[in-house]
């Protein structure tokens, strides 16, 4: 985990911000670090969604969410993730990573964020993610349940757009309990 220390710093801040609820916009406020960058001076592609974990981080400290899911044994993880580069960030450039989580479908909850310079959408990505327990995974049911408890209003409609929802299928590897040969 190589921006270890920035995310021990994004949740020590975060117990200092305002709070949030879970349908709102982060905002964490970067600089383009050497950590960062590649030989072309700029963001290396990979490195984006490492810096875009920090911003999933702080709305869900903020929310409550890193707290609630701490307690009950849950953890995040990704299982899809797109990107869309449309300038670079160079070297040493402040930036920030506006974060917001859009909705479900069946299997997942979906966040889109975003690189921003000047007001100016560098690039942007829609991560598909679940929760996991000892158990397996949490249905969506309970994320949302959990999410009213906290006391935050949940919206009529979660659902993302079919474009996403054909994104991830389209692109899902087989279950971890089903076979997936290594065959081109």
């Known amino acids: 985990m190589h921006v270890i220390f920035r995310t021990l710093l994004i949740l020590l801040r975060a117990r200092r911000r305002p709070s949030m609820t879970p349908w709102e916009s982060s905002v964490v406020s970067l600089r383009a670090l050497p950590t960062d960058i590649d030989i072309a001076r700029h963001i290396n592609n990979g490195q984006y969604f490492s810096l875009f974990d920090l911003g999933r981080f702080d709305l869900m400290a903020r929310s409550g969410m890193w707290a609630l899911m701490r307690r009950r044994g849950w953890s995040p993880v990704v299982q899809s993730e797109q990107i869309t580069f449309r300038r670079s960030v160079t070297f040493m450039t402040r930036f920030e990573i506006h974060t917001r989580m859009i909705g479900f479908d069946e299997k997942c909850f ?23 327990s000892a158990q397996g995974p949490v249905a969506n049911e309970d994320i949302i349940e959990a999410i009213r408890e906290l006391g935050h209003e949940v919206p009529e409609d979660l659902t993302v757009s079919e474009e996403l929802q054909t994104w991830r299928r389209s692109s899902a590897l087989p279950s971890a309990r089903k076979p997936a040969p290594n065959q081109w």
Do not use: K, N, S, T
């Open 110 to 132: 979906y966040f889109e964020q975003r690189a921003v310079v000047d007001g100016e959408i560098y690039v942007r990505a829609h991560i598909a993610g679940r929760l996991l």
